[in-house]
């Protein structure tokens, strides 16, 4: 996507700005950080407020707004719970729930949720400073206004990310308006978690269980980590023979199951065919499904436990589909009662907020993690991955690190196009991730330039990966030109003691092997 100024809601043809320079490089890093710092810190808070002031001062930081309000729905009107960059803040104003829907006018739309207020729209920014007056093209005015709104699962709206006083007075870009809806979903997600902590509070005994599970939810974004204390706390609440925690992707779910009868957690994929299909859509329209005697089920007799004389399941869905579902089993026909069944349905509510704060903190982490073309791990990881493998160095079990580039690439780009040079790096990539072993990683630290980190390995065994690897890139596809790539092999702690000095020697052979020709693997 381009990185272009936004006018009339949709793309001008302005060129990059401010805005856009400060999208890219260390401010792009320092935006997928900041982005991933309140990933971990919804997991860990379920004061919503407290992870709104933290989104905007975010929203100040990393984008060209100098200014950020949150403001939540409540019945007609609507209440600012965060700001930065306002001297005042004004924390606690509310303002009518109209002035904000007169603001969403479908020519307005900018991105999935977001809207750019023109000037001729009606005021809503009397707290904003003027901003001086421009005749460019793609100039913010003082009556420019651009919100982001929150949604709740059901598509409703529960309040607003606001912003304004571009630095650059300008209007956003594209990669703006992204950014502001990556904070928007993790303030619904922080929302979502501050209404069920609420709920939480509310429900005495069954619903201190569910604190219980919430809190240890809050100590780990990884959700295989959270299944079994959903386990323990159904198993203690609910006398039950076998419990499910289930993930529907598809037409396949994957399950986590505990029976009382066998120790520990198993996991199984179960393909979502035959009279599972039916199942899953009355979970998906029911929410929360009781059979209570499973003999007037026969279909499903054999996907059960073999003790199962009666069935409870509470499920989520998404979009329409049913995404994941808790279910317990019983060897009593008609076992589970009304508070039985409220507690599930919290527990699957809670447990829906887990998986989708896992989704999101994978996301927001693959996404900082990974080279955009190629999908490789990109320096920032290579670094910390290296310096990691060093410290479990030793003579007999060294680390060798190659230092690979693509010789005179400059020319594919120059003779056949960028379009071709990315096609073409992408081309390497995989060649480099399908020639090493399964111990090896694989890393893009720019342009054309990769390294390969190969654990337990000295000089011998990684030429041998490394020529291989490099006769897998020769055969080029037919539609890509044909490259060869050079490669450099420093091993540790033979050849150097430090990462730096490691990265060093290999980068040296590597330059050593372009001055002998290129096309070869020369170790250190």
Not at 75 to 104: F, K, Q, S, Y
Request: proline letters at 4%.
């Amino acid at each position: 996507m381009r990185d272009e100024h936004l006018g009339s809601g949709a793309a001008s043809q302005a060129s990059p700005g401010a805005d856009a320079r400060r999208a890219s490089g260390d401010d792009g890093s320092r935006r997928g950080s900041r982005i991933l710092e309140i990933a971990a810190d919804i997991s860990r808070r379920l004061d919503f407020e407290v992870v709104a002031q933290r989104i905007v001062d975010a929203v100040i930081e990393v984008t060209d707004f100098a200014v950020a309000t949150v403001t939540v729905r409540e019945g007609g009107r609507c209440r600012r719970v965060a700001t930065a960059g306002l001297v005042d803040g004004r924390i606690g104003m509310t303002t009518p729930w109209e002035n904000w829907t007169v603001l969403l006018q479908p020519d307005w739309l900018v991105g999935t949720v977001s809207y750019l207020v023109p000037p001729e729209a009606p005021a809503n920014w009397a707290d904003i400073p003027n901003i001086p007056a421009s005749d460019h093209p793609d100039a913010w005015t003082a009556d420019h206004g651009l919100v982001v709104k929150l949604l709740d699962d059901d598509h409703t709206i529960i309040g607003f990310l606001a912003v304004d006083e571009p630095r650059s007075g300008r209007l956003p870009t594209a990669v703006t308006v992204e950014t502001l809806e990556v904070f928007a979903l993790q303030a619904q997600v922080a929302f979502a978690n501050a209404r069920l902590y609420t709920v939480a509070q509310h429900q005495a005994q069954t619903m201190a269980k569910l604190f219980d599970v919430a809190k240890m939810m809050a100590s780990t974004a990884e959700f295989s980590q959270v299944v079994p204390s959903i386990v323990r706390a159904v198993q203690e609440r609910i006398d039950t023979v076998e419990v499910s925690v289930v993930r529907v992707y598809g037409d396949t779910a994957l399950l986590h199951s505990a029976g009382a009868d066998r120790a520990g957690l198993v996991l199984r994929e179960e393909p979502l065919t035959g009279p599972l299909v039916a199942l899953v859509d009355e979970i998906a329209a029911a929410g929360c499904l009781v059979i209570n005697d499973v003999g007037a089920r026969p279909e499903l007799q054999d996907r059960l436990h073999p003790r199962a004389r009666s069935l409870l399941i509470a499920g989520k869905q998404d979009k329409g589909t049913l995404f994941m579902a808790l279910s317990v089993t019983s060897d009593k026909e008609g076992a589970f009662s009304t508070d039985d069944r409220d507690f599930l349905r919290g527990l699957a509510d809670i447990t829906a907020v887990a998986m989708r704060n896992a989704d999101l903190y994978e996301e927001v982490r693959f996404a900082a993690e990974r080279d955009a073309l190629t999908g490789l791990r990109n320096r920032r990881v290579f670094w910390r991955k290296l310096r990691q493998a060093l410290e479990q160095a030793t003579g007999d079990r060294p680390v060798a690190l190659a230092v690979v580039d693509i010789d005179d690439f400059k020319s594919v780009n120059d003779h056949h196009g960028h379009d071709v040079g990315d096609r073409t790096l992408v081309h390497v990539a995989g060649r480099l991730e399908g020639g090493v072993r399964e111990t090896d990683s694989v890393f893009r630290i720019g342009g054309e330039e990769f390294v390969i980190l190969l654990p337990d390995t000295g000089p011998t065994g990684a030429r041998m990966v490394l020529e291989r690897v490099r006769e897998s890139v020769k055969r080029s596809r037919l539609d890509l030109p044909a490259v060869t790539i050079s490669a450099g092999v420093a091993v540790a702690p033979l050849d150097a003691a430090t990462a730096d000095e490691l990265f060093t020697a290999a980068d040296a052979a590597l330059y050593r092997g372009k001055r002998a020709g290129k096309d070869r693997v020369e170790v250190e």
